[in-house]
């Protein structure tokens, strides 16, 4: 479940762009209406729009939707239309833009990467990871929902991971077993980086696997020692590290469930929009 982000936050974006106004707006222009257009520079997957049309209207802007968020956009198309005082169309102009074109550019991403590996494994999900930009983790995670993919954990408190550092700590068996003494209701993932690994916290009871850094022979190799000792069916796999456009298909491998990227939020290329001001 993503956290939905609040208009309080939102106008934090605004108060960092314009901390004591618009003075080139207030210097040059007097108060008047005007109306604008938001238009897609490129094809892709719009996102980001909830948020700037939230913004708009909290300055006295109309924002008349044409499209909807997570919809497929084509070069020239008008987003919306926009209807109100000058002042606020120019105020949240960047700050709408700077949204639309991050959310847009992750969504359109996610997309094509899970268009491209469902026609190999159609069960196969792209998720995204915690590597976004500070600040930004709800905005981004929406995104890739809306580019079709799964969100994963928002943050540390939303589902057990056990990692390399923890098991540098802490034995694997032990730390699968006081998770799940802890988390009656959580499921147990923990990464690994080798097939031996993956064998024993199957055993444990951890009930996700997280192939960390494996190559595809690797990752096939372990998922037929899985299925020999009859664990693979209970278990959700999931494949990362070092993973992207180019080599992806080499990880959509039968039997892996997920496929998590961490470039799809910290390797963002930004959706081309534009708003133009109709005189």
Do not use: W
């Not at 939230?54 to 198309?77: A, C, M, P, W």
């Not at 890739?144 to 990692?163: A, C, N, T, W």
């Amino acid at each position: 479940m993503i956290k939905l982000v609040t208009l309080e936050q939102l106008l934090q974006f605004i108060a960092e762009d314009a901390p004591y106004g618009d003075i080139t707006t207030e210097s040059v222009i007097d108060e008047k209406d005007c109306r604008g257009v938001l238009v897609a520079r490129q094809a892709g997957i719009i996102a980001g729009l909830e948020e700037a049309a939230q913004l708009f209207r909290h300055f006295g802007v109309h924002y008349i939707s044409h499209v909807n968020d997570g919809e497929k956009v084509y070069e020239g198309t008008e987003i919306a239309a926009l209807e109100g005082s000058a002042a606020g169309i120019l105020l949240v102009e960047r700050t709408a833009l700077n949204i639309i074109g991050r959310m847009s550019g992750i969504a359109t991403q996610t997309r094509n990467l899970s268009d491209l590996i469902s026609s190999h494994n159609l069960s196969c999900r792209i998720a995204a990871t915690r590597k976004t930009a500070p600040g930004l983790r709800s905005l981004d995670k929406k995104a890739v929902l809306l580019g079709g993919g799964e969100g994963h954990r928002l943050g540390l408190s939303d589902g057990i991971l056990i990692k390399d550092n923890h098991l540098a700590i802490v034995s694997l068996e032990e730390a699968i077993k006081r998770a799940k003494i802890k988390n009656l209701y959580r499921k147990i993932e923990v990464e690994v980086e080798n097939t031996g690994e993956a064998l024993r916290a199957a055993h444990a009871g951890a009930e996700i696997l997280l192939l960390d850094n494996m190559t595809p022979l690797e990752v096939r190799e372990t998922i037929r020692c899985l299925d020999n000792e009859n664990l693979i069916n209970r278990l959700v796999i999931e494949v990362s590290g070092g993973i992207n456009a180019q080599n992806i298909l080499e990880y959509a491998i039968p039997g892996v469930d997920v496929i998590s990227m961490g470039s799809i939020t910290h390797s963002v290329s930004n959706f081309d929009i534009s708003l133009e001001i109709i005189p």
